[in-house]
DNA sequence: TTGTAGGCGTTATCAC
DNA sequence: GTGATAACGCCTACAA
């Protein structure tokens, strides 16, 4: 049955076949037309299929258009929690660079799972996308080498594997970690406590972990670790354990979280036990929002730049995309430390 | 040229083709394998074309199922701000439900900006996505129209528009400030200034206030309204107009946060000014996030429940999908009022 | 139980 | 200048 008479259904979208019938001329003019290849059809025949395509709201289909180029303009970026700033500060600062360059930018959330980044992983395989941005929920990925096998455009961002394959962006952990060690140190410290979640999980806590020891060490300081679960977080216990370590602050101790939400609670802590800083007890952390500053203008900081990662990624990205090759292996975005008065 | 040599280039995706030649069968009998008519081969048949699946990492390619079914598993989310929590929430909760019942749900933000939430609608018209969740930037949605021909399931979240096309899901906005405002006058405020951003925007705000007044101003309370820019707040003008409203706190005000943002501005101030609340002014705000109270857990607070609105939302849109009607027009998910001591 | 073939909406290579 | 037409990978009557 030939297509130009109307039995169509209500709402079905208009499809470049439409156009072709309307303007009485074949589909391939019409492509040429969209394409912009004004120079190989008549005037008038391009102000006609222009008219009618406005006329039509015709939009042509992205879904045939990627079946046919094997590929879309569409990049996806996997965040390991989205209820973390830092993972929206990387789909902000990607989205800001694609947008500008042409692409869409489509957020999916592993949550923090494992499994679950492992399934989206496998959903996205097959989804025609351009590339995709990861930020691993672990010290590796499962799905690895599925991925490798298709050939998709990757970049990882925050973590790193044992044995890298794709580029990687992450905050100069370590290096930031000895600037934080040595103010310490300088800032006649006694003891150090270091409040994070499970260390050995990521490869950012264990660099940060790592690099304030090593300073503070050096200066002949004691390290202690406490590790807790965020979303079960137990202020009294958290607070109990300082005194005892502290020797209910005798010692004077610099504090450190690891992580924006466990310096939320520091805060929280410091409000409510009332407690005198920075006398003997001084307090620092891992923060990227703005947010916490309104709160307490006079914290002392690690501000990382998420936005900056992920803008970086993108590019770097859109770069493998482009000349299917490599850039860099890994690039470190810096952190910085904002010094105010609780340390 | 037949497909069945091997003349892929590496990292080729396979495709059904691929599995059907491996396993010496047409490609009809691995499309059925695949949709789990197994009753309709030999066992020997589907044994074999299950292994050789497996051995090949064979996924079917989504974007050629969505063009041959004119539809697909995915769900789009526009969000206004990912900065806000509120907006996250919301897509936790859509996911959670969609991801029970086999649905991906994608999130792009339109950034507070309607040029941006305009273009990205445009882009969204042919993606062939099940359905659409969006929480509009302002009371009025532009490319309506096209949407609307488009008949794609569509659902709006936390505004409305004048005329109502699609099914909404909102706070009980008007009902919780009317609560708030009884609440104020219950507790001897004499006055009450509200804290927003433009009131003329969304009808969320337009509710929020009217809700407040008509319970305050049938008590004999005036209320001001103190509208500022969200993103360039000058904290010390605000605290001087405060100042200068209860002529330097000689009259007993209650002063309310329309937003979480706005809310924290507002204890920061309190923190730094160091002014003392509530004997003479009072606070309470809107704020979803559980993080502002592990900083004040005195605060009072009016707390919604985006999250809930998500999930609300996602299986209404399931219901529209499924059963291509409207279930309600409208449905309020309820706030609630937290009462700490700030009030 | 299994295969053939047409079509989903595009793009792009040929022809004319 | 313009139009057929063969893919892209998958689904699904209809045959066999």
Redesign the pocket.
Known sequence: ?P?NEYNKIPN??????DI?NLA??????V??Y??GHL????A???ERIGRIIKENN????K???N????TSSTIGIMVANVDDSFSVELYKGAEEYLFSVGYELVLINSNGDVDREQQLLTEMR?RQLAGLLVQPVQNKLHDFTALKDLGLPVMILDRHFDEPYWPVIESNNEEISQQLGQLIVDKGYEEVIILTETVAATTSRQLRVKGIQEQVEAAGLITHIIEVDENHFDGDAVHNRIGELTNHRQIKTAIVALKEPLLLQLVGLKIRKNVKYPQQIGIVGFADTPMINILDPDLTLVRQNPMEMGRMSAKMLVAQIKNDDLPADIVHIKAEIIEGTSL
């Open positions: 049955m297509d079905a979208p208009v499809t470049i076949q072709a009485d001329v074949s589909i391939a003019t492509s040429r969209l394409h120079n190989r059809m008549s008038e025949t391009a015709y939009v042509p289909n879904v045939a258009q079946l046919k180029q094997k097959n």
